[in-house]
T-cell receptor, first 116, second 112 residues
């Protein structure tokens, strides 16, 4: 497909489990963002990659959250020792242009994480 | 602290009417203001965007009005249709920043 693809679409985890969420951005897109969207709220920034470099991780809520994009394409958001407050939809977005340039953000459909 | 404040939280409009959603910001470094539309179970999709050097931008039935001095901007949906029923988010970003700051969203329902 031509859009941003995220998997899994739904994930149920027991408290304390580790989870990994995958994002396949649009081919050739330089910028990749992860956002967290709580129920009934707007997306909140987690982290930003320019190619393989993680240039901003200021939004990651704790050191249990880790993201990588080793080859500048696919990205993985990992959450260790999940807590109930981690329950949210995790959105991935990609953009053709670098941050600071006005490029449209293309969002995936998100991965809904429920921590029991 | 919410960087972009959005209102109303929900809105019900008759088909054919005008839907108006408002946003306000404080950070004068913001230089790009997009609006996103989100349907249930989907990711947000860009609807229309504006830079602060213009006061209005229109694309079809969608118009952004921008008031730089008041640090406010709004989305107007003319001739609202049931298919417009969705959640709308305003957002803002600085020229040097990586982050898009989103409002809390407005749930729009257009009734036939």
């Amino acid at each position: 497909g031509a859009g941003v693809s995220q998997s899994p679409r739904y994930k149920v985890a027991k408290r304390g489990q580790d989870v990994a969420l995958r994002c396949d951005p649009i081919s050739g897109h330089v910028s990749l963002f992860w956002y967290q969207q709580a129920l009934g709220q707007g997306p909140e920034f987690l982290t930003y990659f320019q190619n393989e470099a993680q240039l901003d991780k200021s939004g990651l809520p704790s050191d249990r959250f880790f993201a990588e994009r080793p080859e500048g394409s696919v990205s993985t958001l990992k959450i260790q020792r999940t807590q109930q407050e981690d329950s949210a939809v995790y959105l991935c977005a990609s953009s053709l242009l670098q941050a600071g340039e006005t490029g449209e953000l293309f969002f995936g459909e998100g991965s809904r994480l429920t921590v029991l | 602290q919410q960087q972009v404040k959005q209102s109303p939280q929900s809105l019900i409009v008759q088909k054919g009417g005008i839907s108006i959603i408002n946003c306000a910001y404080e950070n004068t470094a913001f230089d790009y203001f997009p609006w996103y539309q989100q349907f249930p179970g989907k990711g947000p999709a860009l609807l229309i965007a504006i830079r602060p050097d213009v006061s209005e931008k229109k694309e079809g039935r969608f118009t952004i009005s921008f008031n730089k001095s008041a640090k406010q901007f709004s989305l107007h949906i003319m001739d609202s249709q049931p298919g417009d029923s969705a959640t709308y988010f305003c957002a803002a970003r600085t020229s040097t920043g990586n982050q898009f700051y989103f409002g809390t969203g407005t749930s729009l329902t257009v009734i036939p």
